[in-house]
């Protein structure tokens, strides 16, 4: 029993701690940070309660359990609205949104304790919820019939989990909003473990249903677990932990290593973006480039020179910082070589490498595999990252362009 509430109280602790840390984030996107920090809460409330079911405590039990009801229907919209949001990169709710909020809205009329109301017996509803979980309550627990509790909550958990779905696969289709990076690898994870704990919350009702017997403690015992085993899997990976969970680092931004700082201060220069996306930004910032024109002319020639024969724009994650490693020269003067040499920011110059390499490949390979894979080969990340740069350089979709080149 004492292993049971010390497990049960470490992941009632981490769920509490990224709750409140998101909800009083001042970095990242506010709205997300706080639907994620209700999603956690709500989370923190259910394993809360759960320590309360045989505690002999009924007072407490109705406390608590009525606090976070209001959360429990709260917490299905949130899922979904997080997810879409962060899909859509929105800072905040459209009015109708705001409709989702309507269960939640009505838990809190029923927990609310009326002058006409009948007092719900809390021992027997202690004794429901250890028995058979949370969407076991056959007894009146507030102002509204049982079934508003076992009927109405799961299916406002399913019916909230396949909308989200939905959306995502919707969006998957639509090439012009992938998302890529870190930012798709965080959300596929979440998408996958909200989903799981959702699917495992409704196994009790499944089982009842069957009549097959089962012990609710063992669900609880799992729940923690399954928690603390993502935990520590989140720790080993810091752009999940940091960039999303306690939102401490940008992770959109490659911080740059300590021999280009000093080469920075060397040369007065103020610090250039690292990653690819950044890096079309126009770098004007410079205050001094000690530069000759025959050293611009050889940077020129090297980086055009290792580009083709390397052939490193195939790589996805290929980034500036990566070429000036590989020409052990300073990212500063890599890209205003780049900029003002070259004329292109680096994002584009690379890109016009791949776009090349595509239309050497289309002819040979388009019988094959699908335009799609034909543009990964060539190094691009997604078909909305490809079909960007590949209007850029010819000033046509695709097709458009093939089939000008067929009709010639």
Aim: net charge positive.
């Amino acid at each position: 029993m004492q292993s049971l509430n010390l497990l049960v109280s470490t992941s009632c602790l981490f769920l509490l701690l990224f709750s409140m840390h998101l909800f009083f984030a001042k970095k990242g996107n506010k709205l997300l940070n706080i639907l994620l920090s209700v999603i956690f809460f709500a989370r923190f409330g259910q394993i809360l309660t759960s320590l309360l079911f045989k505690s002999d405590q009924p007072n407490t039990l109705a406390f608590f359990h009525q606090t976070f009801t209001p959360f429990y229907y709260a917490a299905p919209a949130c899922f979904y609205l997080y997810i879409t949001g962060f899909l859509q990169d929105r800072k905040s709710l459209k009015k109708i949104e705001w409709l989702h909020f309507a269960p939640a809205l009505l838990a809190i009329i029923h927990v609310i304790p009326w002058h006409f109301s009948t007092i719900p017996d809390w021992d027997m509803i202690g004794n429901q919820l250890a028995e058979n979980g949370y969407y076991s309550l056959k007894v009146k627990s507030g102002l509204f019939p049982p079934y508003f509790h076992y009927l109405f909550r799961p299916m406002l958990v399913f019916g909230y989990l396949c909308l989200t779905w939905i959306a995502v696969l919707r969006l998957k289709n639509n090439t012009q909003q992938i998302i890529e990076g870190e930012g798709r690898k965080w959300i596929i994870f979440f998408l996958r473990i909200a989903t799981f704990f959702q699917l495992f919350s409704l196994v009790p009702i499944i089982l009842r249903s069957l009549h097959i017997p089962y012990v609710n403690a063992s669900f609880i015992v799992l729940n923690c677990l399954a928690l603390l085993i993502i935990l520590l899997y989140a720790l080993h990976k810091p752009y999940i932990f940091y960039g999303y969970l306690l939102v401490a680092v940008d992770w959109t931004k490659k911080p740059s290593i300590k021999k280009i700082e000093t080469d920075q201060r060397e040369t007065n220069a103020t610090p250039f973006p690292l990653s690819e996306e950044d890096s079309k930004r126009t770098l004007t910032t410079v205050k001094k480039i000690n530069l000759l024109d025959a050293q611009l002319s050889d940077y020129a020639l090297a980086m055009k020179e290792i580009m083709e024969v390397e052939q490193l724009y195939l790589l996805h994650d290929f980034q500036i910082i990566d070429l000036a490693a590989k020409l052990n020269i300073p990212i500063h003067h890599c890209s205003f070589v780049i900029n003002k040499h070259i004329g292109k920011n680096f994002r584009d110059w690379i890109n016009s490498y791949r776009v090349d390499h595509f239309l050497k490949q289309y002819p040979l390979k388009s019988d094959k595999i699908t335009i799609e894979a034909i543009a990964s080969e060539a190094g691009f990340k997604s078909l909305a990252t490809f079909y960007n740069a590949f209007k850029k350089e010819t000033g046509l979709m695709p097709t458009t362009y093939f089939t000008q080149e067929l009709s010639r």
